[in-house]
């Protein structure tokens, strides 16, 4: 980045409000010191584009599981799932209560071979290998339960 670049980017209003949270000292560095910047803002990116990533897999995620759902509350593609999560917090909306409530009346069989779907799209992200885990293991228990009548 040369000056000019650094300049536009500090300009930013974002970039402003993370420089005013931090301490005197390091607003200082940020402000002046064009290698501190670099580096803070390669750190901001890789930060971003993890977060990216993971949101990206939760979305793929939800859309595996509720597409197909009846009167689709999320909608049919995976560019409704994104945007209802651009609106708001998706679990607080009145399509993710519907999903809920599609999915609580779902047969256990379908609800496994969803989860398994999802689960199995997670196959190759390593970042999310502990999820992945735990949601094999939910499956598990609700398929041993399915079979023991349990449910």
């Not at 949270?21 to 750190?43: D, H, R, V, W, Y």
């Not at 990216?52 to 859309?63: N, Y």
């Not at 228990?141 to 079979?147: E, G, I, K, M, Q």
Request: charged share 20%; aromatic share 6%.
């Amino acid at each position: 980045l040369n000056t000019q670049q650094m300049e536009l980017i500090r300009s930013l209003p974002s970039l402003r409000r993370f420089i005013e949270q931090q301490s005197p000292s390091k607003q200082c560095a940020l402000l002046k010191n064009g290698a501190e910047f670099k580096t803070c803002i390669s750190q901001l990116l890789d930060e971003l584009r993890a977060y990216h990533s993971q949101l990206w897999t939760g979305l793929c995620c939800l859309h595996r599981i509720v597409q197909n759902l009846p009167k689709q509350p999320l909608g049919t593609q995976m560019l409704d799932v994104y945007t209802h999560t651009l609106r708001s917090s998706v679990t607080e909306s009145k399509a993710y209560e519907e999903v809920v409530r599609c999915l609580s009346v779902l047969a256990r069989d379908d609800l496994i071979q969803r989860l398994t779907f999802c689960s199995d799209s997670l196959e190759d992200i390593t970042a999310v290998d502990s999820s992945r885990a735990a949601l094999q293991e939910e499956i598990k228990n609700l398929s041993s339960c399915t079979s023991a009548g349990q449910f």
